[in-house]
Structure formats: C-alpha cells, structure tokens
C-alpha cells in the first residue's frame, strides 16, 4: 500500500470514528430517578361537587421499602405508599395539579392498575380513559379494575401479605388462573371491544370483603381479671374479586356473578383452571371437578342471510375430591361424571348467554365473528344489532374429558360401595 493509500485510509477511518462518537450520545433526555415519584396504582372517583371527579394516585415510598416497608414492618413507622389526591375537571390537568402536592414529578410508566369507582362506572369512563392511551408514560397493559363502592377505599385498604395495595391488586388479578371466576383487561384490551362495532366488555370488580372474628373467650372466664376481655376486635378484612362488571359504550350496564363470568371466560377461551362441583352420577353427594385444560371455538353460520352461533366447549378435567366412599376410577363412572360436567357447563353457558342478551350487550363477541365470516350479513345487522343479538341463535356443544381421579382411587374401605 502506498503513502498517499494509507492516509486516505486514515482519514476515513478516523471521519467514520466520529460521526460514531455523535451517534453514541443517547443520554441527552437523561434524568435522575431521583427527581420522579411513581405511581404504582390510580383510581378515579367522584369530586366533591357536581361535574367534577377525584384522582387518586398511590405513589411508592423506596425509602421504607429498602427498610421492610409498612407500620407493621421492619422500617417501623413509614408506610410502604402514599395516597396523593386532587379533584378535577379534565384528567391531565387533574394529573398534573397533583404534581403541586408531591416534592417529585410523578412518573406513570410503572403504574399497574387503574381502578374506577362504581359512581363512575355506571355513568361512564369514556371522558377518562383517553389519556391513558393517548399519552406516552402510561402502559396500554395497566389493569383495569371497577371498585364495589369507591376507588378511593380500594387504594387506601392496607394489604396483609404485600407492602402495597397496588401490588396486592395485580397479585390477586394473577390468580385468576386458580378459579376463572373473573376474566382480567388491560386497558388496550378494553379500548379495542370498545371500538369494535357491537361489542361489550367484562371488567373484574373488586371489594373490601369483611371477615368474621370468633371472640375470644374473656379472661373472666378463665378465672381471670376481665380487663381487656370485653374489648371487641376490629373486623378483619381483605380485598377480593367479587363479580364482574359489563361495559358497553364505555359505560357499565350490568353484572356478572362468579358462575356468570366464569362461563364467560369458558366461551372466550380464558378458562385456566378451577373447579366444577356436580352432584353424584349416583347419589346427593357432591364432586368437585377440577380443569385444567379448556379450548373453544365460535363459529357464526349463515342460512338464507340469517346468522346463528355454534359454540364448542373442550374441557380436560378430573376429580378432585368427593364426599361418598364410592370408588368412580372406572371408565363407566367416569363417563357419567363427564356426562354431568357436559349438563352443568352447558346450563352455566347458556344461563350467561341469556344475562348477557337482557343487558344488549355482546360480551363475547359474536357480532365480530359474523363480520369475519359474512361482512355483508354484518352489514345488515349492526345498525340494529341490540335487538338482533337478543334473538340470535346460540347452540352450545361441551366435550368433557374425565381423565383420572388424582392419586387415589377410592377412600372406601374394601368391601364397601364399590
């Protein structure tokens, strides 16, 4: 290589270096996490006047969290979260009025739930719900949640096993796949039923659920002094998920009970797993049936331009507990018990179809597969489509799969109801 070769090289090499030195400055929007507050968990209430509405933020405290977090914990005295409010007329001024009232810009790429008060609900979220998917800090995944009575009660509920209500929210929310009694939304998921022609939206709703305390016996007695034995003890309480809330036009018209949004969630293939009890192919005896395994289809058919829904329901399942001494680790008996669960379901299914026509609301989605199968037939029917749902034909199909009965057969003794 001559001279005038490796220069030329050089230079390149050294024009290349620093436009990539230029590319490698990406910290110019960098800021201390220092100077951020975040918001772990948001609830929307009603204001304190008329046309105005309350925002909750529930923000995190690292501090005490690093010590253990909570009165109760090792930090002694500092509480896991702070609860900021302020009542507004639009969201993000409501949002950003709150930033007067905390020393940190509030951050809200962490936030995990959003939980409106039922007020709010039943006269709908539309004018609340835009920023959260408008802006860029908040996640499209952030759960949403409809409190029994208020938001601000849910976030201000000091949890037993988590330092935070928020994070006790989406662990009960994670659960789900125990029971299937409630079907969890994101946010992204609930905007996109919303502006899908004709279909409605379920939405977990959560409560203070009191638990009743035995008292304990007075230490009179016991032959005892009897001060402090007539002290009554404070409820215990917890938060649970108690039904389901269902949203049409942005606004809640009704309600689902457990065995509702369970079937719900058996139709729209969200069933992870829980329990069936069915009575005794033999007997009053009650089985608890537990699944593990659901897969559905829907499937519209068209006839002369008049559409109809098929709906298929697989279900694997065994038994998981029994209250007789029969021995039902026979094929035969297992049939039968399949049989039940079949009977069951179906009714379960059906009995939720029906709930969810006298509200007008198409919570599973039947509408969206006729227009996937026939636009034009869908193009008849959505102007109408309230009333064309309450008369829509829906046939349901459930293949139960009874494969075992867990580690044992029976718990009789030999010789006895075999």
């Not at 860029?136 to 849910?154: F, H, M, Q, Y």
């Not at 009977?343 to 609301?361: F, T, W």
Request: proline letters at 4%; a positive charge; charged letters at 30%.
């Amino acid at each position: 290589m001559n001279n005038k070769s490796w220069k030329f090289k050089n230079a390149a090499v050294t024009a290349l270096s620093a436009l990539l030195m230029l590319s490698l400055c990406g910290c110019w929007s960098y800021q201390e996490l220092n100077n951020y507050s975040y918001v772990v968990g948001l609830g929307i209430d009603k204001g304190s006047s008329p046309g105005r509405f309350r925002i909750i933020e529930q923000l995190a405290v690292p501090s005490a969290l690093k010590k253990g977090g909570g009165k109760d914990g090792d930090g002694g005295g500092t509480e896991s979260f702070w609860n900021v409010e302020s009542d507004g007329d639009t969201v993000f001024a409501t949002i950003r009025d709150i930033t007067r009232k905390v020393q940190r810009k509030p951050f809200y790429g962490h936030n995990k739930v959003l939980v409106f008060g039922n007020e709010i609900a039943r006269e709908g979220i539309f004018p609340f719900i835009d920023f959260f998917v408008r802006d860029s800090e908040p996640r499209s995944t952030t759960w949403l949640v409809v409190a029994k009575n208020k938001a601000d009660e849910i976030l201000h509920h000091k949890p037993h096993l988590e330092k935070i209500p928020a994070d006790k929210i989406e662990k009960i929310l994670e659960s789900h796949i125990y029971t299937s009694s409630y079907h969890n939304i994101q946010v992204r998921e609930f905007v996109e039923n919303m502006l899908s022609e004709g279909q409605a939206a379920v939405v977990p709703i959560i409560e203070i659920y009191e638990q009743k305390i035995i008292p304990s016996e007075s230490k009179e007695e016991k032959g005892g002094s009897s001060r402090g034995g007539d002290e009554k003890k404070k409820p215990d309480t917890v938060l649970m998920i108690n039904n389901c809330a269902v949203f049409k036009d942005y606004r809640m018209v009704g309600q689902l009970d457990n065995i509702e949004s369970r079937s719900y969630s058996f139709v729209t293939n969200n069933a992870k797993g829980g329990i069936i009890v069915i009575d005794s192919p033999e007997g009053k005896e009650k089985l608890d049936i537990e699944f593990y395994g659901v897969k559905s289809k829907i499937k519209p058919i068209i006839k002369d331009e008049k559409p109809s829904i098929s709906v298929t329901v697989k279900i694997r399942c065994g038994l998981a507990d029994q209250q007789s001494k029969k021995n039902y680790a026979t094929p035969e008996k297992l049939k039968k018990i399949g049989e039940k669960v079949n009977a069951e379901v179906k009714k379960e299914i059906m009995d939720c179809i029906s709930k969810s026509k006298e509200m007008k609301a198409d919570i599973f989605g039947f509408g969206n597969e006729i227009y996937r199968k026939s636009p034009k037939t869908w193009k008849k029917l959505k102007n109408n489509w309230d009333e064309e749902y309450k008369k829509l034909d829906v046939q349901v199909k459930v293949e139960a799969n009874v494969e075992g009965t867990a580690t044992i057969r029976s718990i009789a003794k030999p010789g006895e109801d075999k």
